[in-house]
């Protein structure tokens, strides 16, 4: 079945392409509060970066590397680079400089997109291989060792005026047309390159997802509408469901640049009203803790609570308190990235909050598993997302835990320069081995009852 589905995988470049030009007036990216890109204004971003690509020298397959907080630049810097071709290489922003120095250097890196503040504590020096080192906030050269991109960057709208001598249309916007097995995106789950897990991520493995996306929840969505992104994109479960998912579906994407406090959260969901909210645990425990156990450690509450009119009463009050907090017009909350605290599932499926809880890894770009929150049982993440196949590695995989294996589009290609990693978690059937001990009922749910491997994860999916 995977055969299958893999030998009909569309251009993943494709869906950008079609989303741009079908999009092209609506708002698609925005700082929040600050300022908003169109999909036009995207596509002619992206435009001039792929002609400083092409006079600096870079070339079809070459990496270029993102570091910064979430930004609208940050997210059109990446999607400059897979739709010229090029291969994406997210950083997350946290790393130490080292750590920064040492992806950027263990994956060949030709190009480095850099916040400010990021930049502040790197050593271009440090990163040798490096042709240049382009400021995320305005695409200014702060380092370049070669003279073609700096009157490059110079000359770029006299370039771009030279291409687009009269004006820049939709049908102007031509993207690279990816193979399913071409490489998109190295991402690395660790900070070190000692274990070297840069996951390579292939274009069948986006295009997966996105379609994933589509028949699980594409019902929900409608061209324009917004949603907040406060996801890391240098993580693939924010890039994926946060960013890349929302943008070809037309919607407005708000990116949150603060610190997630409880109070700079809602005070965004609020004001922005997100139409679906991705999210890890953390943040759904701070706000549980912030929003709903004040109402009700209450005694008097609590003993009202259990008496089956008045109860349900206040407890739809609490639901409709937190579905308003969090803006009042979402279809689900979808939380994954790691487990939630048993103590508040329980509480907002008591007061039948619409959330559901996935299950997925960078090695599966990211899913695994989904269920829609109306479908969903309590302590599980889901059953095999659309495509994939997951099953049990034990003799009874009803009571017995086993390791979750996965296969389908999804799964990775393996680790960049690290074979022998590959080899130990992709066996020779094509099987992601997922480190993580499950159990699955007869109807496909998935429960995570461990790990196999060493690893420890915290509820902000770190």
């Known amino acids: 079945m995977c055969k299958i589905i893999m030998e009909k995988v569309p251009s993943f470049n494709m869906l950008l392409q079609d989303a741009i030009r079908k999009h092209w007036e609506l708002p698609s990216l925005s700082d929040y509060g600050i300022n908003t890109f169109r ?11 792929h002609i400083l690509y092409e006079q600096s020298g870079i070339k079809k397959g070459d990496k270029i590397s993102i570091c910064g907080k979430n930004s609208s630049r940050w997210g059109i810097a990446f999607f400059s680079v897979v739709t010229y071709g090029a291969v994406a290489v997210p950083i997350l922003h946290e790393f130490h400089p080292n750590q920064v120095h040492d992806i950027v250097n263990h994956s060949e890196s030709k ?15 440090a990163m040798p291989n490096l042709s240049g080192i382009i400021g995320i906030n305005d695409y200014e050269i702060l380092s370049s060792k070669t003279e073609q991109l700096i009157q490059a960057r110079e000359n770029l709208n006299k370039l ?12 102007d916007v031509i993207y690279h047309k990816d193979e399913a097995e071409e490489l998109a995106i190295i991402n690395y789950t660790s900070g070190t390159t000692s274990n070297s897990k840069g996951v390579m991520i292939p274009y069948r493995a ?8 589509k028949v699980a929840i594409g019902q929900h969505l409608k061209a324009g509408d917004r949603v907040l992104s406060m996801l890391p994109m240098a993580h693939m479960y924010g890039m994926a469901f946060e960013f890349i998912f929302e943008f070809i579906s037309g919607l ?13 959260l809602l005070k965004a969901l609020a004001e922005v009203k997100p139409v679906i909210i991705v999210m890890v645990p953390l943040i759904m425990e701070k706000i549980v803790r912030k929003s709903i156990l004040p109402k009700i450690q209450d005694p008097k509450v609590k003993m009202l609570m259990k008496m089956p009119v008045i109860g349900q009463s206040i407890k739809k009050k609490i639901c409709d308190g937190l579905t308003q907090a969090l803006g009042g017009n979402f279809y689900e909350v ?48 889901g059953k095999a997302a659309y495509g994939m196949t997951v099953r049990i590695n ?8 086993g390791e979750i294996l996965v296969k389908g589009p999804n ?8 074979e022998e990693a590959t080899a130990e978690t992709i066996d020779a059937d094509g099987w992601y081995h997922t480190g993580d001990l499950g159990v699955m009922d007869k109807e496909g749910n998935v429960f995570i009852k461990g790990r196999s491997k060493n690893m420890l994860l915290g509820p902000s999916g770190q």
């Open 411 to 418: 799964v990775m290609l393996g680790y960049y320069k690290n």
């Open 394 to 401: 034990s003799e009874d995989p009803e009571k017995i835990a």
């Open 39 to 49: 999909y036009k204004d995207v596509a002619r971003v992206i435009e001039k970066l």
């Open 206 to 213: 986006l295009w997966s997802n996105m379609d994933f996306g």
């Open 252 to 264: 407005h994407i708000n990116f949150l640049t603060k610190m997630a406090s409880p109070t700079v």
């Open 111 to 125: 190009l480095l997109f850099i916040g400010e503040r990021e930049w502040e504590n790197l050593s271009a020096e």
């Open 160 to 171: 771009f005026g030279e291409r687009h001598p009269n004006t820049f249309r939709p049908e």
């Open 334 to 381: 979808i939380i994954g990235g790691a487990a939630l605290n048993q103590d508040v599932e329980s509480l907002l499926r008591d007061i039948k909050f619409p959330f559901t809880i996935g299950y997925g890894a960078t090695e599966c770009a990211p899913i695994i598993c989904y269920e829609d929150w109306k479908k969903f049982v309590p302590g599980s993440c």
